[in-house]
């Protein structure tokens, strides 16, 4: 069994896949008894598809991998805290762990602009880490957009 | 140009495509200049897939069809109020006004469990529109609902 860290630097691993497809830069892992489910990292512009975030890619891996969408037991890894969208798919899912790197102060949906779980407490509650590998989670964001400012130009 | 009831009327066609393949009837189409450019329902069941909810179905579909996922301008016709998950895309696919018919008191996020859109003001900020065939679209849930539990006998 891995540690946290050692779990989110996989994750990490998903999100340079994301940066070398020239995407938002966040990576998602799902573990269910020591071993990875679901892998995935966001793709939304290169298929204009609005719901692949890397959370979502990975719970449908996960499910893909499971033949079910109840992922009861798992823990979801992200670098990212959540958005909106994908604090309500994970929900859903009934991951029993959340470990995300990085807070995301403009769109997450976990601790910094709503408290999606404390709204939906009951239906899935499932425990909260965060702050893991997070300098290295905000480094590679940054270097993303340095990067595409520099395109820009 | 069809009237709201008329564009919802075909909403909830999809609602009961999804009711005749077993999964929990909700449809939702994309309006764009009185065009139809997206529909889906809900493929949950068949799919194990979380984000296969009505709302990002028709997202998706829309998003294919004009090759962005910047779906500003455009009318999201939904069954029944968008939970948490849809929400979220809805406002990150920025479409500019959302008409749905029956409230979720259990799990709606515009106007029931979370004010979603009230979070992220300014970020998308659609009008939105509710009550729309609300009867039909309840109707066809509990109808769903009670043949579910009929089953389970």
Sequence with gaps: ????????????????????ENEVPVGAIIVLNSQIIGRGHNHREERHDISSHAEIEALKDAARHLGRWDLSGATLYVTLEPCLMCSG????????????GADDPDRGAVVSKVLAFEHFKGDSDPLISRGILEKESKDLLKRFFSKKREENK
Excluded: H, N, T
């Design 1 to 20: 069994m891995l540690s946290d860290a050692e779990y989110m630097r996989i994750a990490l691993e998903e999100a340079e896949a994301a940066f070398e």
């Design 89 to 100: 798919a994970i929900i859903q899912s009934r991951v029993s762990r959340l470990v995300f």
